[in-house]
């Protein structure tokens, strides 16, 4: 069964940095597709920042230069930095995978975990 487990979300305000964990199930990260997209209030979910199992990234226009997603494969643990925040960015994070493919392709996912909530005020 794949689980996904969120943490690090929280309040924050504009300006500030959030560092958020996925804990993954099995070896996920070392051979799949991961990564990260969020739904903000009456908004569409967007993909953020996506991981090859070869480590290669790709990141939305909106976040690059500011959001880096990593992971550690000895720890199946995903991660997303996140600088800079602004209070767009306000949205619940969800931890993703493609269990179909060892990259990701348009930040399509097949599994997701419960998501954690990110809040960023002025």
């Known amino acids: 069964q794949v689980q996904l487990v969120e943490s690090g979300g929280g309040s924050v305000q504009a300006g500030g940095s959030l560092r958020l964990s996925c804990a993954a199930s099995e070896y996920i990260s070392s051979y799949y597709c991961m990564g990260w997209f969020r739904q903000g209030p009456e908004k569409e979910r967007e993909g953020v920042a996506a991981?090859?199992?070869?480590?290669?990234?790709r990141y939305a226009d909106s976040v690059k230069g500011r959001f880096t997603i990593s992971k550690d494969n000895a720890k199946n643990t995903l991660y997303l930095q996140m600088n800079s925040l602004k209070t767009e960015d306000t949205a619940m994070y969800y931890c993703?995978?493609?269990?179909?493919?060892?990259?990701?392709?348009?930040?399509?996912?097949?599994?997701w975990g419960q998501g954690t909530q990110v809040t960023v005020s002025s």
């Open positions: 991981i090859d199992s070869d480590g290669s990234t």
């Open positions: 993703a995978t493609d269990l179909r493919r060892n990259y990701c392709r348009r930040f399509e996912f097949n599994y």
